[in-house]
C-alpha cells in the first residue's frame, strides 16, 4: 500500500511569487492534515480536512494560504504571495478513522519550502 | 508557556545504552500520547501511541505516561546505530469530531555510536 506522498519534495521561490503544494494521502482515508515546521521551531497544525470539508483551519496563519481538496482525494496548499517567514517544512498527514478517538496520523515526507 | 516541552538535545549514546526521551506539557486537556521517529529527509512515523497513565511496552521501547506529573517518556532499551534519529513527542485531546490536530514537541535528535 502507497504511504502519503508530497510533492515537490523542495521548492526554492522568489518572495512574492505562488507556490502549489502537493499531498496524495493513503487512498481511502477520509481525514487530511497539514502541518508545517519552521526551522528551529515544532511541527505545527494548519488545518484538517474530512473528505472535500475544512472540519479545522484555526491553524492557517493568514489568508495567504489557500488549501484545497477537491473530490475529498488529494489536497493543495497554495501559498499567494509568499513571505520570507513561509519557509519551512510543510507535512500532509491522514488517517482512516473519524470519530471521537484519535486516529494513527500517517505523515508524508513533507515538502520543503525555501522564500528567497 | 509552550504547551509541549522537549529537551532537543542533541544526545548522543554507545550501542547498547539505555536512551530516556522526556517531554512535559501544560494542559490537562490533552488525553492522547504518541511518539514519532523522523529521520533525516524523510516525515514523522509513529513509535508508540498510549492513552491513559503508566507504561506501554513494544519491543526494546517503552513508552510512560504520568498524566498527575504532566510528563511522558520514551525508554529505548539496547539501543541501536539505526535508532539514530530524532524523536518527537506529540499530544492531542478528546473532541468529539472527526480526527483532532496533535501537538507537538520540537523532537530530540539521538545519535548512537556503535
Known amino acids: 500500500e502507497a504511504g502519503v506522498t508530497q510533492f515537490p519534495s523542495h521548492s526554492v521561490i522568489e518572495k512574492g511569487q505562488t507556490v502549489t503544494l502537493r499531498c496524495d494521502p493513503i487512498?481511502?482515508?477520509?481525514?487530511l492534515y497539514w502541518y508545517r515546521r519552521v526551522m528551529g521551531k515544532e511541527i505545527k497544525f494548519l488545518l484538517h480536512f474530512v473528505k472535500e470539508s475544512k472540519q479545522d483551519e484555526s491553524g492557517m496563519p493568514n489568508n495567504r494560504f489557500l488549501a484545497e481538496r477537491t473530490g475529498g482525494t488529494y489536497s493543495t496548499l497554495k501559498v499567494q504571495p509568499a513571505e520570507l517567514e513561509d519557509s519551512g517544512v510543510y507535512f500532509c498527514a491522514s488517517s482512516s478513522r473519524g470519530g471521537y478517538r484519535t486516529d494513527t496520523q500517517y505523515f508524508g515526507p513533507g515538502t520543503r519550502l525555501t522564500v528567497l | 508557556q509552550k504547551e509541549v516541552e522537549q529537551d532537543p538535545g542533541p544526545l548522543s549514546v554507545p550501542e547498547g545504552a539505555i536512551v530516556s526521551l522526556n517531554c512535559t506539557y501544560s494542559n490537562s486537556a490533552f488525553q492522547y500520547f504518541m511518539w514519532y521517529r523522523q529521520y533525516s529527509r524523510k516525515g514523522p512515523e509513529l513509535l508508540m501511541y498510549?492513552?491513559?497513565?503508566g507504561n506501554k511496552e513494544d519491543g526494546r521501547f517503552t513508552a510512560q505516561v504520568d498524566k498527575s506529573s504532566k510528563y511522558i517518556s520514551l525508554f529505548i532499551r539496547d539501543s541501536q546505530p539505526s535508532d539514530s534519529a530524532t524523536y518527537l513527542c506529540a499530544m492531542s485531546a478528546l473532541v468529539l469530531q472527526a480526527g483532532t490536530a496533535l501537538i507537538f514537541g520540537k523532537g530530540t535528535t539521538l545519535s548512537v555510536s556503535s
Open positions: 487512498s481511502g482515508h477520509d481525514n
Open positions: 498510549t492513552y491513559s497513565s
